[in-house]
């Protein structure tokens, strides 16, 4: 890709870390917007000596904005941006939500830019070490035309990343499944540390690293097949100790750990790894333990 002029709006962990692997691209980051503390901080350590102006400065100034503000101020952003004739025909504007696809720059389309959703499926610190991890990342791409679809993976490419291409009706799914697999998994792995804390280990995340990362290559290898443990051998014996001592000592993890132990269930019964009267005293188990944690039980399942 010819090099670019580009914007950014929202110098926050994933604005500041695009902004610094395109400028290491070869392309030029004529100006950024950012607030907080933290932006700033972020500016100055990522892109220093590029100027920090306001968001319609910013869209005036460049060929390509990138718009990573949250998801709820986006709308508004661009709307702002329009309204105010920050945007221009032919401009290149790409927002890197995840949720959102193109109906949310419907106001910079309408008056000819060219629009495109540009998320990196990555989580990310906002410092030089995420610049390494987007080598091969999966950036989820929304674009009407083949120009724009063009551009938006050689964007891409530039970055280190790979394309995939997600359907404006699928953006939300699609967003949910990573949120699922990543965010959820900080508050497992959150809570399994804080169990193993209540049982004396000095060490917890060197206790868990080896387990999960052999745990999560299984899980992405093999999907379902990857399931060890007491649920999918059917001991019903070492669930109702895990709940008691739970209970006892780490009562803020009994919901999740409830919630996660009856989806393994039922996922072990589905595939025939667990016969069904041995899945049914496991049931009991969570369902009582459910009601005890203020969860929400999940539709009666027959196990036979």
Request: with cysteine; proline share 6%; hydrophobic share 50%.
């Amino acid at each position: 890709m010819n090099p670019l002029k580009v914007g950014v709006v929202g110098a926050g962990r994933v604005g500041a870390v695009l902004a610094a692997a395109l400028q290491s691209a070869g392309h030029e980051i004529v100006a950024v917007a950012g607030e907080s503390d933290a932006s700033r901080a972020r500016i100055a350590s990522l892109l220093p000596g590029v100027p920090v102006e306001k968001p319609t400065a910013v869209a005036r100034a460049c060929d390509l904005l990138l718009l990573t503000v949250p998801d709820d101020m986006l709308g508004n952003v661009v709307k702002t941006m329009v309204d105010a004739g920050a945007i221009r025909p032919g401009q290149y504007i790409a927002h890197t939500s995840g949720r959102h696809g193109l109906a949310i720059l419907a106001p910079a389309a309408a008056i000819g830019a060219h629009v495109m959703a540009v998320h990196p499926a990555m989580t990310f610190s906002g410092t030089s070490v995420d610049l390494a991890r987007l080598s091969g990342c999966v950036f989820g791409l929304t674009a009407a035309s083949p120009t724009d679809r063009a551009f938006a993976e050689a964007l891409v490419s530039d970055l280190g990343g790979k394309p995939m291409w997600v359907p404006e009706e699928m953006r939300t799914l699609y967003h949910a499944g990573l949120a699922h697999g990543a965010n959820h998994l900080v508050t497992l792995v959150t809570e399994a540390m804080e169990i193993l804390s209540a049982a004396g280990a000095t060490d917890p995340a060197g206790t868990l690293r080896p387990l999960l990362t052999a745990a999560l290559d299984n899980a992405l290898e093999h999907g379902d097949a990857a399931l060890t443990g007491p649920i999918v051998r059917g001991d019903a014996g070492t669930v109702a100790a895990h709940l008691d001592d739970i209970r006892a000592n780490a009562p803020q993890t009994l919901g999740s750990y409830v919630s996660l132990a009856r989806a393994t269930l039922d996922r072990a019964v589905s595939d025939g790894r667990l016969v069904p009267i041995r899945a049914l005293k496991i049931k009991k188990l969570l369902d009582a333990a459910s009601s005890e944690a203020g969860t929400v039980e999940a539709p009666a399942r027959k196990y036979s």
